[in-house]
């Protein structure tokens, strides 16, 4: 299934993100009874550190019995974090590790790694905050219940969303999301050490050489042998004879222009992104445009 990144617990639901089973722990020592209370407090930023160990399954509406498929595809991941330091390893080799400034999301299957913003960013956390206090999202509380055998405030959140809240500490241990079909993609805690110290080698993470490095919502990558076969309608693939230093390759893009096929190559390097966009030559004369900050040049080359 199509995966997303949940970070800070219920930090991403009033943007609607899929969740993929990230769970980040917020301690607070107070007591909160409302529910818009017991929420804001969950969200509240404090250094905290831990080791826990956490299961994400889809499960079927309520009522409907687990099948056995399902329970057997069960993910586990084991989760590390100290203070705005959180590194998650999945069982399939995909790896999520947020420094405090960018999200890194490693994806093995596609050989890439995804780039965001922190889920620790001051700025998210204020509006995380200001969403829930202003009244933005719809919450009901649930019957308690209990998560990694620690009791446990439970909302729904805009009827979409569960959240089991630690009743001592304030600690998300628990998320379910409900899906179109009626089936929830649920994230759980099974065992968490408050306190734990992290290996220092679980809070760092380097992607793997040669791994391209894309941003976050743009559509991944296709690979080499794709590309060239598209490229083909005009001539080959097209590349940049000149960049400046510490540029490179990201990788290709599929792009559609006038109901034509193309590619958009991007490079990235520490000035930005320059994107080279190539397809079937549409007859269109040497044009040089610019607008703000940005630059755009186009020509016609052979057939592209």
């Known amino acids: 299934p199509k995966r997303g990144v949940v970070v800070n ?3 991403r639901l009033a943007k609607g993100m899929p969740a993929m089973g990230i769970l980040l722990c917020l301690a607070l020592p107070a007591r909160a009874e409302e529910p818009v209370q017991i929420l804001a407090r969950s969200l509240e930023p404090l250094d905290t550190t831990y080791i826990g160990t956490q299961v994400t399954v889809t499960l079927p509406p309520p009522g409907r019995p687990a099948p056995r498929a399902a329970m057997r595809n069960a993910q586990m991941q084991r989760v590390f974090r100290k203070g705005n330091r959180l590194r998650v390893n999945f069982t399939n080799g995909q790896v999520a590790f947020d420094d405090g400034s960018r999200l890194l999301v490693y994806l093995p299957t596609m050989n890439i790694v995804e780039t965001s913003g922190s889920a620790f960013e001051p700025r998210k956390m204020r ?7 202003a009244g933005r999202m719809e919450i009901e509380q649930l ?5 990694a055998g620690r009791a446990c405030y439970v909302l729904r959140l805009n009827k979409r969303r569960q959240v ?3 009743k001592e500490n304030y600690l998300q241990l628990r998320q379910d999301v409900l899906r179109p079909n009626g089936s929830r993609l649920s994230t759980a805690f099974r ?3 408050l306190d734990a110290e992290p290996p220092a080698a679980m809070l760092a993470y380097v992607p793997p050489p040669g791994v391209p490095v894309v941003e976050g919502g743009f559509r991944r990558p296709i690979p080499a042998d794709r590309a060239a076969q598209i490229a ?3 001539g080959g693939l097209l590349r940049l004879r000149q960049l400046p230093p510490g540029y490179e390759l990201r990788g290709y893009f599929q792009h559609r222009y006038s109901n034509r096929e193309g590619l958009a190559a991007v490079y990235d390097g520490p000035a930005g992104v320059v994107t080279l966009f190539q397809g079937p030559a549409l007859g269109k004369v040497a044009m040089r445009r610019r607008s703000g900050k940005l630059t755009v040049l186009s020509q016609q080359i052979g057939q592209a």
């Open 9 to 11: 617990g219920a930090a």
């Open 127 to 133: 509006q995380q905050l200001m969403a829930v206090r």
């Open 143 to 147: 019957p308690d219940d209990t998560v």
């Open 164 to 166: 089991w809240i630690d």
């Open 191 to 193: 065992s968490i050490e």
């Open 232 to 234: 083909a309608a005009w």
